[in-house]
């Protein structure tokens, strides 16, 4: 299982809004799934990178992509998606992402 999951924002990327806010959810449906996730901006780029090589992903120390935004492939092939739990763990009453549901459905 995956335990580390390191995003690394370009320095001067102005993502398209559909494509950040993917990326946002991505990484939160991450977290909720028990995953260590940050996401650094490039001033924080770790040894073995340069602000020319972000974005970039780094998944357990292993950088897996760098210089552009992986495909969705590519984050399947990462990580078994189907696999992460589907619960935030909010109770009956829900949460913001699923009111009134004790599942997330949309996580």
Do not use: N, Y
């Amino acid at each position: 299982m995956i335990r580390t999951v390191v995003w690394i924002d370009a320095l001067d990327e102005a993502l398209d809004p559909i494509e950040e806010a993917r990326l946002t959810l991505l990484l939160e449906r991450l977290g909720r799934a028990g995953i260590d996730v940050a996401r650094w901006d490039a001033l924080s780029v770790p040894e073995g990178l340069t602000v020319e090589t972000v974005p970039a992903l780094v998944i357990d120390g292993e950088v897996k992509c760098a210089g552009r935004h992986p495909s969705a492939e590519e984050w399947r092939q990462w990580i078994d998606f189907d696999a992460l739990p589907r619960s935030c763990g909010c109770a009956a009453g829900g949460c913001a992402g699923c009111p009134g549901r004790a599942v997330c459905h949309g996580a």
